[in-house]
T-cell receptor, first 112, second 113 residues
Framework: DAKTTQPPSMDCAEGRAANLPCNHSTISGNEYVYWYRQIHSQGPQYIIHGLKNNETNEMASLIITEDRKSSTLILPHATLRDTAVYYCIVIGSNFGNEKLTFGTGTRLTIIP | GAVVSQHPSWVICKSGTSVKIECRSLDFQATTMFWYRQFPKQSLMLMATSNEGSKATYEQGVEKDKFLINHASLTLSTLTVTSAHPEDSSFYIC?????????FGPGTRLTVL
């Protein structure tokens, strides 16, 4: 019962903005959207999360549509070190007793 | 952000031996710890959830007698792969959670010969 759908792969030119989409059409009112990324042979790294408002931190911006059925992670100025698999995860508020489960994610390749 | 460490970062062992992997939350106390396994070119698969002082909860299809989990304190969890076989070769990743955040360790690559 996949809660999110992401494209399997994307390329982005170095220095450009990378926009990674995620569909979560069955999201419920108290569920957050979390983004993690995994660089090759490393553990996942937290990027950002949001409920319904757009969010921005030092790593990225998260744009959530008004109906909350989809979101976009934006890396404003992609570098080669941003090459990784990006995971969009929907989970209840403050995790609660839920388990963080990973789908197949989007493999982002930054092209020099 | 908070730091989760794992030791060792990689290990090679002979078939039939047991291997212990440690996971520590270095600057926070984790209410819950998780163990994941990742095969090449695949996503992370949750193996088990553990809370300090209680028995781990294993996901369907994960053998609890083969993958022993001990959660001795709020900062330490261990995973022991008993009688390891080549098919157990994988990337094992631990994760530690507070009430509002979840952090991941760097992973341990296990190779069973």
């Amino acid at each position: 019962d996949a809660k999110t759908t992401q494209p399997p792969s994307m390329d982005c030119a170095e220095g450009r903005a990378a926009n990674l989409p995620c569909n979560h059409s069955t999201i419920s009112g108290n569920e957050y959207v979390y983004w993690y990324r995994q660089i090759h042979s490393q553990g996942p790294q937290y990027i950002i999360h949001g409920l319904k408002n757009n969010e921005t931190n030092e790593m990225a911006s998260l744009i959530i549509t008004e109906d909350r059925k989809s979101s976009t992670l934006i890396l404003p100025h992609a570098t080669l070190r941003d090459t990784a698999v990006y995971y969009c995860i929907v989970i209840g508020s403050n995790f609660g007793n839920e388990k963080l489960t990973f789908g197949t994610g989007t493999r982002l390749t930054i092209i020099p | 952000g908070a730091v989760v460490s794992q030791h060792p970062s990689w290990v090679i062992c002979k078939s039939g031996t047991s291997v212990k992997i440690e996971c520590r939350s270095l600057d926070f106390q984790a209410t819950t710890m998780f163990w994941y396994r990742q095969f090449p070119k695949q996503s992370l698969m949750l193996m088990a959830t553990s809370n300090e002082g209680s028995k781990a909860t294993y996901e369907q299809g994960v053998e609890k007698d083969k993958f022993l989990i001990n959660h001795a304190s709020l900062t330490l969890s261990t995973l022991t792969v008993t009688s390891a076989h080549p098919e157990d070769s994988s990337f094992y990743i631990c994760s530690a959670r507070t009430l509002v955040e979840q952090f991941f360790g760097p992973g341990t690559r296990l190779t069973v010969l």
